[in-house]
Nanobody
Framework: QAQLVESGGGLVQAGGSLRLSCAASGIIFRLFRMGWYRQATGKQRELVAA???????DYGDSVKGRFTISRDNAKNTVYLQMNSLKPEDTAVYYCNAGFRASGEYWGQGTQVTVSS
């Protein structure tokens, strides 16, 4: 019954911004590490950003300084603010929820396309 639903993707020009949202249900959200991953065509899935239950964050090297991950436990939602977007950011972005070694869930993904 766990479900993650991403929203906020779309088409944006280089240099622009988007904010992705991931709404979770069926899990005790505050106990899960949350993350955003992306997969471009022909590439492996890579970490974009992650946030722990305590609010500490990690970012992929290619997005440091441009993207910010945050969570609102009262709304069971994790966000990804993306600024200064580049064409190489074009990918399907996936929301992830993890609990220790016993549980991991993925959303269906949302497409982000950055035009040059």
């Amino acid at each position: 019954q766990a479900q993650l639903v991403e929203s906020g993707g779309g088409l944006v020009q280089a240099g622009g911004s988007l904010r992705l949202s991931c709404a979770a249900s069926g899990i005790i959200f505050r106990l899960f590490r949350m993350g955003w991953y992306r997969q471009a065509t022909g590439k492996q899935r890579e970490l974009v950003a992650a946030i722990t239950t305590g609010g500490s964050t990690d970012y992929g090297d290619s997005v440091k300084g441009r993207f910010t991950i945050s969570r609102d436990n009262a709304k069971n939602t994790v966000y990804l603010q993306m600024n200064s977007l580049k064409p190489e950011d074009t990918a399907v972005y996936y929301c992830n929820a993890g609990f220790r070694a016993s549980g991991e869930y993925w959303g269906q993904g949302t497409q982000v396309t950055v035009s040059s």
